[in-house]
Structure formats: C-alpha cells, structure tokens
C-alpha cells in the first residue's frame, strides 16, 4: 500500500500531524509499501519559512521517516522517488493543465466575480439564513461573454461544476458508509486567479499521479469529501480509499489548542520525550489494540495496528498518560543505553562523572524513578557532592522519627556501620547491621532508614538506602552521618 503524509508548511509540525503521520506510515509498513512525504505550499500567504525542514525533522526524530517523497539525505533536505517533485509549488502546470481539462470537458468554469460581489452574495445569504455557497453566477454566461472577458484578461478563478441532483456514496474507512447530497456542495474553487491550485485540485491530482492507495486525514476534512470524490470522477481516476481520523481534545473536550498546552512536536522534543513514548503515546489516541497492551514498540504497532479499531470519537489529550508512557520506555532501556544517554548531562555539573568506573551503576539505580534524561543531575548530585540536609527533612512523621529522636539515632547508626569491615561494606553487610540495629535501640526499621537515606542523599525521595550506602562506600557514609549529627 502507498500511503501519504501531506502536510502545509505553515508552522511547526502539530501533534496531530505527527499521529495521522504514524497512522499512514504504519499501514505503508505493515503491507511493506511506501510511506510519502508531500509538502503541500500552494498557500503562499499562510507558509512559515523553516516549517517544511521542522517537519521533516520531526518525522525522523520520531522514527518515522518517509521512503520516498521530501527527506533528510546526509542532514539535508532532499526529495527521493520516481513521481516527484513532492512540493506542490513545483507542479503547478501540472494542476493548470488538469483544470484546463476539468474546463474543457465541461466540469469547471471560468468565474470572474469580484471579492465585492462575492461579499455582498455571501451576506444576502446570511440575511436569508442560507448556508453560504457561490450562486452560479458565471456558470450561466455566454460562451461569448466568456471568450471576450478572458480575450480582455480580466482576472479569474477556475470552479468545478457540482451537479444538484446526485447522491455521492462512498464508504471511509474508520467512519463505514458514507452519503453526501451533491445540493450542499459547493462549486469549489480550483484554481486561484494567479494560477495556483486550491487543495481541493491540487491534493487529488497528486494522489492520483502520486499512485496513493489510501487517504488518511483528519476529520476536519470529511465534509469536503464529495467535491473529491467528484473531481476523480470528472477526471476519469479511481478513487483511493479514504479513512478519516478523529479529532484531538483538550480534556475539557474542545478542539487542541496551543492555549491549553503544547501542540508542536518540537515542544515535546525539547521537554525530552523519547520518541518511542511519544509514538506509543500517540497511537494509542484514537487507536484501541482490544487487549490490555499499552506498551507498544513501533514494530509492534506496525503488527498490531487496524483502522478497524480506531474510534470516530475524538480522543482525549491525556499528557497524564504521555508522562506515564515515558516512564516506562526509561525503564526500557538497557543499563548501558541509560548509562550513555545520561553521561554527558551529569558530567556538565560533576566533571568527574566523565570517567568514573562506576557511573553505569550509580545510572542504574535512577533509571526506576527518573522521567526525563534532564532530572539525572539533580538526582545524582549526591553521589559526586556532600548534600545539604536539614533537621526537617531528617525527622518523618510518616516514619515516626522525631527531631528528639534524631541524635540516638544517628549515633547508633554511626556506630554500627562503622564496625562493619570494609570487605562486608555491601547491600547485604548493610543490611544485616541495620537488622541488627533494630533489635538493639529498640527502633523500626523505617526509623533507622529514613534519616540514614536522608542524610546520604539530602532528597526527600531517592533510591533505597542500602543501595545508596553500598554505593558510597564506608567512608562517605560515616563522613555525611556525622555532618547530618553536627547539624542538630
Ligand atoms: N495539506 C493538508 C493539510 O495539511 C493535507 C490534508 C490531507 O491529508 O489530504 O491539512
């Protein structure tokens, strides 16, 4: 199956884009066809330098790169494939030539109202509480009035002629069967006066030369459906199949708006997302795999992913879940992926974190609690820097450890540990020392292990305190207990 992605350069890629993206590029996949990317710049006015490039960035930085079409090639910007070019604004005579032919054929007339008149049908129509559509003005003048205002090069569009009488029928593949009355559609314009196609020309052109099988798109394209199925019509082309996807929401369930977060791949790239969460994250919107699976790798997606099981209704934006997603592709990564990811970031505030032997280890007691590559600094620090503790955050109402309590405790802890020999000086020797605590003071196990995590760390949550102490080593426990005591 050849399947598109044929995105407007008029900003930076939007979520939804990416998922319509997923979607099409995962039935290209899972038939081993092809997945194109197009850029669709026939809006000259609403096109945003740089936005083709953040698009096609976007698309390789989340794993779904074209195969043919518009693509990075060595980190520029190139086109691939044999039914190129893939920019719109390179095929206009394409698109002219194919409105002549829409003209000839009876199926598209010139029309030469002005802006003026058009406003002034558009408010009488209001004023009737008429859905507004073009009356047909220029469909009925004289072939000769025709001939001498284009003789006169008076300025004009090119608009299909929808018939009022047909029943258009068409079946999508998300939404079933489908039934358009052609009297509500409009006679869409084409061919703008300065001879660039509309998208409504421009895109069914491509699809067809572009050999397309299937169409998928947002649903905000549904109700222009009928004038496209029309112009394969009127073209002599078989349609592709067409699936149109759901919407995206806010949780409030109004339409994804930049007000309520951020809508750019970009912005979820930056934050630190890993391209694995956010294709999970995005598949699953709109997408029901009909088990309990909710970790999906891309090769997984690729087997496991049917139009069948995407819903009509439009899916919730639920960055809970995002977040959640993310935590479990840290966890998915090998010690040594983490390791590698997190190095260069811990080395810019503790330099000695480059060479140390250890590092992979330290890493992998963060992996289970970390969400983002960004946090690991900060949830290292301790084991390059004393931490700063404080009385409050040594004492726990939770692990009833009062402040009174406070010098016992750490005396004990002090002394104890201190007797371990160093060649027990592991989770287990600690362990056992701490066990053996806890019959002697006659203390919790939580009383003894808060204030000993507390004082290593200087976090209110880090990992587990034997970890952490094994990993320190003897002498930087006894070194911070001691500090956490002269503080009381
Ligand atoms: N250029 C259109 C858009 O960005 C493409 C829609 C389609 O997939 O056909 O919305």
């Not at 939007?14 to 197009?38: E, P």
């Not at 390179?90 to 010139?110: C, N, T």
């Not at 300065?194 to 409504?200: A, I, M, V």
Request: with cysteine; aromatic share 8%; glycine share 6%.
């Amino acid at each position: 199956m050849r399947t598109r992605f044929p995105p407007s350069p008029t900003g930076l890629l939007h979520v939804g884009g990416l998922r319509t993206a997923l979607y099409s590029y995962l039935l290209a996949k899972q038939t081993k066809g092809s997945f194109l990317l197009r850029i669709e710049d026939t809006d000259r006015a609403r096109e945003v330098p740089g936005a083709a490039e953040n698009i096609v960035e976007s698309l390789q930085w989340a794993g779904i790169p074209p195969d043919e079409g518009v693509m990075l090639q060595d980190g520029v910007i190139a086109e691939s494939g044999s039914h190129g070019p893939y920019k719109q604004s390179e095929r206009l005579e394409l698109y002219q030539a194919y409105a002549k032919q829409l003209m000839d054929a009876g199926h598209a007339y010139p029309c030469f109202c002005t802006t003026e008149r058009l406003e002034e049908m558009r408010k009488n129509q209001e004023a009737l509480h008429r859905a507004p559509m073009y009356d047909r003005h220029c469909l009925h003048l004289s072939p000769q009035e025709v001939q001498t205002k284009l003789d006169a090069g008076e300025p004009h569009v090119v608009r299909m002629k929808v018939p009022h009488d047909r029943l258009i029928e068409c079946t999508d593949d998300i939404r079933g069967p489908l039934k358009f009355q052609s009297a509500t559609v409009d006679d869409q314009v084409l061919l703008k006066s300065d001879g660039w196609p509309t998208y409504h020309l421009a895109h069914v052109v491509d699809d067809h030369l572009m050999q397309i099988d299937l169409v998928l798109r947002g649903e905000e394209w549904l109700s222009s459906l009928p004038k496209h199925l029309l112009l394969f019509e009127y073209l002599n082309w078989p349609a592709p199949r067409y699936a149109h996807v759901p919407l995206l929401l806010n949780a409030d369930k109004t339409k994804l708006s930049k007000r309520q977060g951020s809508v750019a791949v970009q912005e979820y790239m930056e934050k630190g997302y890993l391209p694995e969460a956010m294709l999970n994250f995005l598949a699953l919107l709109g997408w029901n795999p009909g088990t309990t699976q909710e970790l999906f790798s891309l090769q997984e997606l690729i087997e496991q992913f049917s139009l069948e099981r995407v819903q009509k209704a439009g899916a919730i934006f639920d960055l809970t879940k995002l977040d959640w997603l993310q935590g479990q592709w840290m966890r998915k990564l090998t010690a040594d992926e983490f390791a590698a990811r997190i190095r260069p970031l811990v080395a810019e505030h503790f330099p000695e974190a480059a060479a140390d032997k250890e590092f992979t280890k330290k890493a992998a007691l963060i992996q289970q609690r970390i969400t983002f590559f960004k946090e690991a600094p900060d949830m290292m620090g301790y084991f390059y820097r004393d931490p700063t503790v404080s009385v409050k955050l040594l004492a726990s109402a939770k692990q009833k450890v009062t402040k009174e309590q406070l010098p016992m405790i750490l005396e004990t802890l002090i002394r104890s540990l201190d007797a371990i020999p160093e060649k027990s000086w592991n989770e287990e020797g600690i362990k056992e020392s701490v066990q053996a605590m806890m019959g002697e003071a006659n203390l919790k196990l939580g009383q003894l292990l808060w204030p000993l995590r507390a004082a290593l760390t200087g976090r209110e949550y880090s990992p587990g305190a034997f970890e952490v102490a094994a990993m320190l080593g003897k002498e930087a426990v006894l070194k911070r207990l001691k500090g956490a005591k002269n503080i009381l």
